[in-house]
C-alpha cells in the first residue's frame, strides 16, 4: 500500500494519512463538488456501537487550532480532539465487490464494530 506525499503544516504529526486511492477518490469527488475551496474533514464523535465512530464531509470553514494537511490537491482537516484518537490511522478507498469504499485502519482502536465505522 502506497501513501500520497503530505505536506505539513505547522509541527504536529498528521494524524491521519491517504492513500494514494483515498487521495484520487476524494479528488474526484471534489470536482464533482466543484470544490475548490472544500477540504476534507474527518473527525471522531461520541457514538456508534464499539464507543465513537468516524465522520468524514466536506468543509470550508476551519478553526484556529485545526490540523490541516494536504495529499497531493487534497486538504484534510482534523479537529485536535479527533486528532489525538487517530493519531496514526490510514484512510484508505476501495473500488471492487467486496469491501467498497472508504476505511479508515487505526492503530489506537482496541475494538471495532462489524461495519467498520466506530471503534473503542
Known sequence: MTTATTVSIGRKPSPVTLTDAATAKVADLLKEEDGSDLALRVAVRPGGCSGYSYEMFFDSEFAEDD?????GTVRVVVDPESAELIKGATLDYKDGLQEAG???????ATRTCGCGSSFS
Open 67 to 71: 490540523i490541516v494537511r494536504s495529499f
Open 102 to 108: 472508504f476505511h479508515i485502519t487505526n492503530p489506537n
